[in-house]
């Protein structure tokens, strides 16, 4: 049987090379990597939700399933989603929550999580703590959802998703409390740009708190950060309906 845990080797945001690819991140306490089933590839089977679990990875909580023929894979845990709670993956499955079908087969106006973007891949979008898209109607070949950006994108037909509310939406009103909590995650302090002297960030220097003193917020690399920064000609420009919500700092 495939092992559900395996140990998450720490690189502290390092990589191959050595170098910090992704800042803010240092030590922290050992963790295990859970093996989740994002694809819910075991179709027509039932199973048995065995545990609610913590996953140190995410915000969002996993459910341990039991399937019939005996063998056991982790998802994420919708809201409303009970211990001893059955559901399953397939074409044919009850629109209930837990349950995993092609995108075709759900109705309109349901909420869902876990959205598969080619279909058999594996859901990638809507998986965090709270997270729901809704379903908001269908076209000849592809099914319009609005996503929690507030897109409204086309998929196609025959991607999965999973019925519901990914749960504890709590997540973001946690106080964490202290800073050696966050440290003990593997968060390290964030220091702001305009704070920094020029050499180290575009929004340096000056005298005082003289803002960032540039046309645009940038990153630390020279990147625009607010504003217009999706690709040009993005291979999903097609795909989508209407774009997300605008930003406070847009005009």
Known sequence: MTKLKVILPKRSGRGA?????????GGRNKRFLRKVDFARSKRDIWARVEAIEYDPN??????QLLYEDGERRYIIAPENLRLSDKVIAG????????????LEKIPVGAEIHNLEIVPSKGGQLVRGAGMAAVVQGKEEDYILVKLP????????????????????????????GKAGRTR???????????AQHPGAHPHGG???RSGIG?????????KKAVGKTRTRRKYSDHLIVQPRKKGPHVG
């Not at 090379?17 to 991140?25: L, M």
């Not at 519901?164 to 106080?175: D, F, L, P, S």
């Not at 003990?184 to 305009?194: D, L, Q, T, Y």
């Open 149 to 176: 950006s507030g897109e409204i994108r086309r998929f196609v037909k025959g991607a999965y998703a999973t019925i519901g509310k990914v749960g504890r939406g709590e997540y973001r009103t946690i106080n964490w």
């Open 206 to 208: 000056g005298e005082g």
């Open 214 to 222: 540039l046309k645009y917020p940038k990153t630390v690399y020279g």
């Open 58 to 63: 995410r915000n969002a909580q996993l459910a």
């Open 91 to 102: 074409e044919t499955a009850p629109i209930s929550v837990g349950n995993a079908l092609p």
């Open 184 to 194: 003990r995650m593997g968060i390290r302090p964030s220091v702001r740009g305009v």
């Open 17 to 25: 090379g050595g170098k910090v690819t992704v800042r803010h991140q």
